[in-house]
């Protein structure tokens, strides 16, 4: 080859090469999350000698008052933990319905789903949000609990709106104009905040400053518990006293699987998350897809596959395990994935129609947002937390300052029809008083000879477990640093509508050659926006999704 070439081909490769995003590296301590000002606060109390579970109350507090489109007090969540000595503990304060919930709430006169799970008061689950990060930090925090609120309670006094929550703001107008607290607060009765303008919120910080005398109890006893069922009773809202009163945070086992000597802790049911992405995992790891190459038409299409033969289990199969028995064995059984696999044609996109669910005679016993948080000892917190729907169910309460969510729809309102996130689920996720409606958020850790390698999770409804997947395939199956792991482009397959997604970035050649296995190809925005940490060489590698405004940080 010619000197002349040898300096093209060099130049090139140093051109694709700064073409790529570099993850944020540090050496001791990185936050990942949605919004700057959390990702600093989280930063700021490592550096003063916190503990990642320190650091993620309050960033989660932060996020309420800087990221209200999903941080929040009126939702709920989970948070996965791992002890730099390896102790794990996956916490579950996602929200539960209320005690005056039944099967058909939903339904008009003629069985109709009204809109009524999605928008207004009684949509509205319990919020599980402050006892969980109490819970948290009385098992694992080293802070005092009011040192964490304190960075909330001064971005409440007032902080500068970017130009990502002006622009929010002015998208979610027509929900947020229907309730009068919500126009008031967040739209400024229709003066709309500009990029620059302080969002203050002296409701918001009264509130938390009670959180951090009272802790837990003010939120599910005292003056907040009162003033929150007081108003859900003038507003026809089904949440009591009561409700509040008997809220309680479940420690559960994350679940455990393995990819290719890879080892993976992630979300249980009440999450479908987990389940997902080990199924997947279980489908593809012996297939040899990865061949192909990463965003090759037929790798897409088999991943698209499993993705398709899991959502079929998801709609029949996963709920709350404290109500429905989830037959996890058997869905992650090694021969049934087998089958599954089996199953999937290379060159042939499989009906919708002629999937279903795994048949299991044994029984047995948009808006979301996630962080993930490693401290300098090496304990990390991934942590995934939702009011459901952008600004919930539009409604802040007044006097309290915090909008309430909309997780009542993440059930089958009625079995059959899809929800807002165009699921298909099934009788096992029903509702029922005081269960838990299924999610799909899917924080989740992944280990390599035993040591921390990965933490990684997403907020996007049903498409949480997909693009969660596909940033740890790009990883290990694609070498794909984390960053480019996260910032190429992503697909969905939710079995139900028959249809596979994609974002911008496929080749035009690309999407031919999935149509012609019989793909029904359809655009979408995002398949999630994905915050992950991997430890590379000796640093923390952080990387923050291109999709959204958040933003990487540490030390
Ligand atoms: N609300 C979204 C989820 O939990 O899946």
């Known amino acids: ?22 993850p944020v590296r540090e050496r001791k301590a990185i936050v990942v999350a949605q919004e700057p000002h959390a990702t600093e606060v989280g930063v700021d109390v490592l550096r003063a000698g916190g503990n990642a579970v320190d650091a993620a109350v309050a960033v989660a507090f932060a996020l309420a008052v800087t990221y209200p489109v999903a941080g929040n007090l009126g939702g709920g969540g989970f948070l996965l933990y791992r002890s730099a000595q390896g102790e794990t503990e996956f916490f579950d304060f996602r929200e539960r ?11 008009d006169s003629s069985g109709n789903l009204t809109r009524e799970s999605m928008i207004g008061w009684k949509a509205a689950a319990v919020p599980g949000t402050v006892h969980g990060l ?11 609990w009011a040192s964490l609120l304190a960075p909330a309670i001064k971005l409440a006094y007032g902080f500068p709106v970017s ?44 509130t938390l ?22 108003e859900m009773k003038a507003n026809g809202g089904l949440i009591t006293q009561e409700d509040l009163r008997n809220y309680r945070t479940v420690m559960r086992r994350p679940l455990e699987g393995s990819y290719k000597g890879y080892q993976i802790l992630t979300a249980p049911p009440p999450s479908s998350g987990g389940v997902g992405i080990l199924q997947m995992m279980g489908m593809l790891e012996p297939s040899g897809y990865e061949k192909y190459g990463a965003g090759s038409a037929a790798a897409i299409h088999f991943v698209a596959e499993t993705m398709r033969r899991y959502y079929a289990d998801r709609s029949e199969h996963l709920a709350d395990p404290d109500f429905h028995p989830v037959p996890l064995s058997a869905l992650l059984n090694p021969q049934y994935l087998a089958k599954r696999r089996a199953s999937i044609r290379p060159d042939r996109a499989t009906p919708s129609d002629e999937v279903k669910a795994g048949d299991f005679h044994l029984p047995e016993s948009a808006e979301t947002t996630h962080f993930s948080i490693v401290d300098p000892a090496g304990n990390a917190v991934a942590l995934t937390y939702t009011i459901n729907g952008g600004y919930g169910n539009g409604v802040t309460v007044p006097g309290l300052g915090f909008l309430l969510n909309n997780e009542m729809d993440d059930f089958a309102a009625k079995p059959g029809v899809p929800n807002m996130f165009g699921l298909v689920q ?44 596909q940033v ?15 910032d190429a482009p992503r697909f969905h397959h939710q079995w139900r509508p028959d249809q596979l997604s994609l974002e911008s970035g496929f080749s035009p050649d690309t999407i031919e050659l999935l149509k012609q296995r019989g793909h029904q190809i359809r655009s979408i925005p995002n398949v999630a926006l994905v915050e992950a940490i991997v430890v590379e060489n000796g640093f923390l590698a952080g990387g923050s999704d291109r999709r959204a405004h958040g933003k990487a940080a540490g030390f």
């Open 426 to 469: 099934g009788e096992a996720n029903a509702i029922q008083p005081y269960k838990r409606p299924l999610s799909s958020m899917t924080p989740t850790i992944v280990l390599k000879d035993g040591k921390l390698f990965m933490v990684v999770g997403a907020p996007g409804g049903s498409r949480i477990i997909t693009g969660v997947l």
């Open 163 to 206: 130009y990502a929550l002006a622009e929010s703001l002015r998208f979610s107008a027509k929900l947020l104009d229907r309730f009068p607290e919500s126009r008031r607060i967040f739209l400024r009765d229709g003066k709309y905040f500009e990029p620059g303008d302080k969002l203050v919120q002296p409701e918001l910080a009264r």
């Open 209 to 230: 400053q009670r959180l951090a005398r009272g802790g837990a109890k003010e939120f599910y006893e005292g003056e907040t518990a009162r003033k929150l069922a007081a």
């Open 1 to 22: 080859m010619s000197r002349t070439c040898k300096v093209l081909l060099l130049l090139l490769a140093l051109v694709s090469g700064l073409a790529a995003r570099h």
């Open 472 to 486: 740890i395939l790009n990883v290990i199956d694609f070498g794909m640093n984390v960053q480019e792991a996260i």
């Open 97 to 107: 319905a209320p005690a005056a919930a039944s099967r058909d709430m939903y339904l």
């Open 134 to 144: 109490e819970t948290a930090h009385k098992k694992y925090g080293s802070k005092p």
